[in-house]
């Protein structure tokens, strides 16, 4: 829970937030994406935060291709937190593996491994720490339009 200080008393505002576990089987990705579309509709209609069409796929999008890189290149579970953080949806996704991924430089030449290019390129805030165990990485997605 969140606290906040109104006129000398605390107040405590619930967080949007949801979270799975993952254990890199087939379907995993889809359903990742399905979190994603379910905390998004949470979103819209319970907090009466506005979600572009664009911000939701973009949302789907970032979901999927972490999920797909935590499920591939770390043996043992993954997890997704999606929490909403102001105008923004937080994406975090922990891994096992400790190693830090690095996006390659662009080339249409390239047949795969642009996720991570992409994930850098639609969000607004990228950053992978590693733990204890593993990794954590971070992507903040915008959930209106700029103008």
């Known amino acids: 829970m969140?606290?906040?200080?109104?006129?000398?008393?605390?107040l405590e505002m619930a967080l949007v937030r949801t979270s799975a576990q993952y254990e890199g089987r087939p379907g995993d990705i889809a359903r990742g994406r399905e979190l994603a579309?379910?905390?998004?509709?949470?979103v819209g209609a319970r907090q009466g935060t506005?979600?572009?069409r664009r911000a939701?796929?973009?949302?789907?999008?970032v979901v999927s291709e972490l999920l797909t890189n935590a499920c591939k290149y770390a043996p043992?579970?993954?997890?997704?937190?999606?929490?909403?953080?102001?105008?923004?949806?937080?994406?975090?996704?922990?891994?096992t593996a400790p190693a830090l991924p690095v996006a390659q430089p662009a080339d249409p030449a390239r047949i795969?491994?642009?996720g991570l290019e992409i994930v850098k390129?639609?969000?607004?805030?990228?950053?992978?720490?590693?733990e204890a165990v593993g990794k954590r990485t971070t992507a903040r997605i915008r959930l209106a339009d700029d103008a």
Request: a negative charge; one cysteine or more; charged letters at 25%.
């Open 121 to 130: 390129a639609v969000c607004h805030h990228f950053e992978v720490r590693r």
């Open 50 to 52: 506005p979600v572009s």
């Open 56 to 61: 939701g796929d973009l949302v789907q999008l």
């Open 37 to 42: 579309r379910e905390f998004l509709a949470r």
């Open 112 to 114: 795969g491994r642009h």
């Open 76 to 95: 043992g579970p993954a997890l997704v937190d999606l929490e909403l953080s102001g105008d923004q949806v937080e994406v975090t996704v922990w891994d």
């Open 2 to 10: 969140n606290e906040a200080a109104h006129n000398g008393y605390r």
